[in-house]
Nanobody
């Protein structure tokens, strides 16, 4: 299984970025997908998750209203649209896959996820 994240970079506060995560080696439509992040000196934390069909999403309070997670099962790809970025959003962003049992299952728990990709760095300057 490979999860390849891309789209990170340097952006000014108030700007936008779109992250992508391309999955291979798994039946993508059977997996809940999520984004986590780890900022400087911080623990890895939940950002957003989307259910297998895309019918349910969940977000950390810190990103609600600014970030949007979506998926394209035909392309085996999950996205994270990040708008109104803040300096505190600076982190390495990781995508993760959970072999979930329900079409509407989402989880913010790191331990729930079976596969992880390498991080893509996002830096937001003030």
């Amino acid at each position: 299984v490979q999860l390849q994240a891309s789209g990170g970079g340097l952006v000014q506060a108030g700007g936008s970025l779109r992250l992508s995560c391309a999955a291979s080696g798994l039946t993508f439509s059977r997996y809940t997908m999520a984004w986590f992040r780890r900022g400087p000196g911080k623990e890895r934390e939940f950002v957003a998750a989307v259910s297998r069909t895309g019918g349910r999403t969940d977000y950390a309070d810190s990103v609600k209203g600014r970030f949007t997670i979506s998926r394209d099962n035909a392309k085996n790809t999950v996205y994270l649209q990040m708008d109104v970025l803040k300096p505190e959003d600076t982190a390495d962003y990781y995508c993760a896959a959970d072999r979930s049992v329900g079409d509407m299952s989402v989880s913010p728990s790191r331990s729930q996820y079976d596969y992880w990709g390498l991080g893509t760095p996002v830096t937001v300057s003030s």
